[in-house]
C-alpha cells in the first residue's frame, strides 16, 4: 500500500493551447501560475488545473467528460457573467437542496461546473 498525500494536479486534455489557456485566464479569470507557455497550471486553491496537449507526449486527445467542480460565491452571478462572455451552459442551474451547480464545457469539450454548497455537510 502506498501513502498519498494529496492531489497535487488535474491535467486537463486540449486540442489548441493559446485558446484554452485564453479560456481559463480570460473568460474564468483563473491565475496562471507557469511561466512556461506549453505548460499553464491554473491555480483553484486547492487542485491545480494543468493544461496539456495530449499529442505532446504520446496520447490521444479525449475531454474529459466527469465535471471538475469550480467553487464560485455565488453561482447564478458567475453564470451571468459567463454567459455574457459568450459561454454556453448544459440547462438550468440544479439546486440540490445543498448546493447550486451550473454545467457547461470548456471549449475543447471539458465538462466543467460552477458549484456552491449553500447548506452545512451532515454526518
Not at 38 to 65: C, M
Not at 99 to 115: E, I, Q, S, V
Request: one cysteine or more.
Amino acid at each position: 500500500m502506498i501513502s498519498v498525500e494529496r492531489t497535487d494536479f488535474m491535467s486537463v486534455p486540449v486540442t489548441d493551447m493559446e485558446r484554452a489557456r485564453r479560456f481559463y485566464e480570460e473568460t474564468l479569470g483563473i491565475r496562471n501560475s507557469s511561466s512556461d507557455a506549453a505548460w499553464p497550471e491554473f491555480e483553484t486553491g486547492n487542485v491545480s488545473l494543468y493544461l496539456v496537449d495530449p499529442k505532446r507526449i504520446g496520447f490521444e486527445f479525449s475531454p474529459h467528460s466527469a465535471h471538475i467542480a469550480l467553487r464560485v460565491p455565488d453561482v447564478a452571478e458567475a453564470r451571468t457573467k459567463l454567459e455574457a462572455a459568450g459561454v454556453a451552459f448544459d440547462g438550468d442551474t440544479l439546486d440540490t437542496g445543498v448546493c447550486h451547480m451550473a454545467f457547461f464545457k470548456d471549449p475543447d469539450g471539458n465538462a466543467l461546473m460552477l458549484h456552491r454548497r449553500y447548506a452545512p455537510v451532515e454526518v
